[in-house]
DNA sequence: ATCACCCGGGG
DNA sequence: GTGTACGGGTGAT
């Protein structure tokens, strides 16, 4: 039989690996039974003897000593513990066990926590949608790293439900009133026969993607209690066979970057695809196509990998990569979930590149921008956590700027071996995308995300393959970079506005093309121009009067407009100031020039003062005040009687659970109430006519207008003034 | 004035 | 078993 991998997940009840080969005619579901994963412990001799008393008393299926590449970049071998458990959820559990006997100190522990699919599939020597002859074993028809692959045809189908619910608040427990599958509707029916006919559906179109927006924060969990409730529950697969109504992994709320996020359950469907729409991050970003790429490079099935972010898929890969050279996995605990991009890492940490911009307005501005500087550095200068300060030689050519340490000449680094093809690849498939192939614009999409993200889980010194020596490095050759940037583009007769990380802004009457022709061939690390502005104006702080380092607006020469950091960009920013925001950027870009500019800024604050009145008349669209925010603890947390706890407060009593990183939207009705129901009301209860706060309204409006022209002497007051309601 | 708390990526 | 950026904003105390 010949196929693609379609899924493959552990099945932790039976402890053997499945697999879903997808053929010419259909779908076949392949079982391995024969796959045990072994861990190693590292450890004193007489510690590991001891231990492997201890561990004997429990089932395994082996338990040796042997010999294994403990140590990143050093082929040496060292004695190991080496321990298969019996079943695959006794990894984790012996893992945390023998950790606990050795007081968290006296043993290292390897292979522990590698995704038992991915593992799987670099074991066997294959990966997610590689095509394959099936027999007693895969036999590969594919290459990982081939940039053109066949591909099979994938039926997909959308589910999406209109739930019955008294006021606009859904709960889990109000009744189904309509199910559309695809372009069935299921409606005007008893619940059970909608539930059904939703199943039926399902079955008789066999597809193999089925796309959910919110199927796991919403959809899914809520159609199973909804046939849990209709005593149907054993009724409901969506799948292609039979499986628990429970979640992969249960909800959480968990700490990231200094704020809490809340990731809901995760579902997956069996023998079918399941992505939700709405929360998968590289499928918005790039689409099937790029997961199925991404999927292929990383070894993470693809519905699996729909679920994570860029910054766990490049860590897959450095993962896959150890394995590849022999080299078991440290147990990393307690990872960061997610990514960061180089320039939030780098602008925080002062480590990067930073030139003040020069606040006010400026005509003909060239933006240049190094693509992937970062990556490029790295795998350019060989940065690694074993290249860095090697032991082998001392005496490297290659010293880091400013630093001075060295770095090995005699390997490639794990880092640039996961990053140079992945920067090829992107090169090769965005020529292609912008000749019109979406495919290849899906692909070099997401890779891009894999390059963005790729610093942070290198430079943080809590990621797997981290070093903080690796981080300094970088941005020291980074600089240097730049510096250099700079002054070769001042030859060019530029000066530079502003500049951060990995871009520069310059003012002058040079050459674009040639500037950046000279870059190229100084520096031989890609360098595109961003564009040409018209004219761009950037930011002051608005407490002080020194340049802020993300806040700017521009108009380039194609008519498009680059905005960073204001109301727009805010997603706590309520519809009504976007629009008038958006509607002032737009009047603005009818200006040519700087001088144009400065005489259209009566008009747009004219607009302005045209939302204002819409505000104060009542000629409003109440969704358009709507205020969003996230909510980082519960209730009972906050210190202040802010507007989220005001909205908690209210939803609490609507029997409403909020979990921290959960977001909660509401109507302002008076700010300066000190009561939950005086100060706001949860966007779900609002009706027609409902009153709100329009002096605050007005005040956000005005705020919006001062942003954008506080550095030409209009701030709030003397927009209230001239242009007041 | 100081403290508390939220956002940052894209569409 | 444990820590968690930082600059910029608004709003509360």
């Known amino acids: 039989m010949r196929g693609w991998i379609f899924d493959t997940y552990p099945d932790y009840q039976k402890d053997h690996m499945v697999s879903w080969i997808k053929t010419e005619d259909g779908v076949d579901k392949l079982v391995d039974r024969k796959f045990f994963p072994t861990f190693y412990v590292h450890g004193s001799r007489k510690n590991l003897k001891s231990l492997a008393d201890v561990v004997s008393t429990h089932k395994l299926r082996d338990l040796s000593f042997e010999r294994k590449k403990i140590k990143l970049g050093y082929d040496g071998k060292f004695e190991v513990l080496a321990v298969t458990p019996y079943r695959y959820k006794d990894v984790k559990l012996l893992a945390k066990m023998i950790d606990a006997q050795g007081g968290y100190r006296d043993f290292e522990l390897y292979d522990i926590d590698i995704r038992l699919a991915q593992r799987y599939l670099v074991e066997r020597g294959i990966f997610p949608m590689a095509y394959v002859d099936v027999g007693n074993e895969f036999i590969l028809l594919d290459e990982q790293m081939a940039m053109e692959y066949p591909l099979p045809e994938l039926k997909h189908t959308e589910i999406g439900v209109k739930v019955g619910s008294a ?13 559309k599958v695809g372009e069935r509707v299921f409606k005007d029916a008893d619940e059970i026969d909608l539930l059904r006919g939703m199943v039926e559906e399902i079955r008789l179109t066999d597809p193999d993607l089925v796309y959910m927006k919110n199927g796991d924060s919403f959809l899914l969990p809520y159609l199973y209690n909804r046939a849990k409730a209709n005593g149907i529950l054993d009724e409901i697969q969506l799948g292609r066979e039979r499986q628990s109504s429970r979640p992969e ?21 069996r023998g079918r695809l399941h992505i939700d729409t709405g929360n998968s991050f590289l499928h918005m970003e790039s689409g099937l196509k790029g997961l199925i790429e991404l999927a292929r490079l990383s070894c993470i099935p693809v519905q699996t990998l729909a679920k994570l972010s860029p910054g766990t898929a490049i860590s897959a890969m450095q993962v896959n990569q150890a394995m590849k050279d022999g080299h078991p996995v440290m147990w990393k605990k307690n990872l960061p979930e997610d990514f960061k991009t180089a320039k ?38 060989n940065i690694s956590p074993e290249t860095l300060k090697c032991r082998c030689c001392p005496d490297s050519k290659i010293k880091v700027p400013e630093i001075g340490y060295n770095i090995c000449e005699k390997q490639v680094g794990l880092i640039a071996k996961v990053l140079k093809p ?44 981290g070093r903080i020596e690796c981080h300094e490095s970088i941005t020291a050759y980074g600089r240097e970079i730049m510096l250099r940037s700079a002054e070769i583009a001042e030859r060019h007769g530029y000066r530079v506005l502003h500049g951060i990380v990995d871009s520069l802004w310059l003012e002058g009457n040079g050459s674009p093309k040639a500037v950046a022709e000279h870059l190229r061939n100084d520096v031989g690390i890609p360098i595109e121009i961003e564009g040409v502005y018209k004219w761009i104006v950037f930011l002051p702080c608005k407490s002080m009067d020194v340049g802020a380092m993300n806040r700017y607006y521009g108009l380039f020469e194609n008519g498009e407009m680059k905005i960073r950091g204001i109301e727009t960009r805010r997603s706590d920013t309520p519809e009504i100031v976007k629009k008038a925001q958006y509607e002032m950027l737009d009047i603005l870009s009818r200006a040519e020039n700087s001088h144009e500019f400065k005489e259209t800024i009566p008009e747009a604050l004219g607009a302005l003062k045209v939302w204002a009145e819409r505000v104060v008349y009542g000629d409003v669209d109440l969704e358009d005040l709507i205020f969003t925010s996230r909510v980082s603890k519960p209730l009972e947390e906050y210190a202040h009687f802010s507007n989220q706890v005001a909205a908690l407060t209210q939803l609490e009593e609507h029997m409403v659970d909020v979990n921290p990183g959960e977001i909660v939207r509401y109507l302002l009705v008076n700010s300066e109430s000190m009561k939950a129901s005086g100060r706001l009301k949860i966007a779900d209860l609002v009706e027609d006519g409902d009153e709100y706060d329009k002096k605050k309204y007005v005040e956000h409006l005005f705020k919006a207008g001062e942003s954008l022209f506080q550095p030409f002497g209009y701030d709030l007051e003397r927009i209230e003034e001239e242009y007041g309601v």
């Open 344 to 381: 939030e890492l780098m602008v925080t940490d002062r480590g990067g590149f930073i030139y003040e911009p020069v606040v006010g307005i400026h005509d003909r501005v060239l933006e240049l921008d190094y693509t992937s500087l970062y990556p490029s550095i790295m795998v350019r200068f």
């Open 249 to 269: 992994r249960s909800g959480r709320s968990y700490f990231r970057y200094g704020r809490v996020e809340y990731k809901p359950p995760l579902y997956t469907l």
């Open 167 to 179: 006021n606009k608040i859904k709960k889990f427990n109000d009744p189904v009133q309509a199910i």
């Open 422 to 465: 992945v920067i090829q690849r992107r090169m090769v498939y965005k020529k292609r995308g912008k000749e019109g192939d979406l495919e290849y614009k899906e692909r070099s999409d997401i890779l891009k995300w894999l390059l963005v993200c790729s610093f942070g889980y290198t430079g943080y010194k809590n990621a797997r393959y």
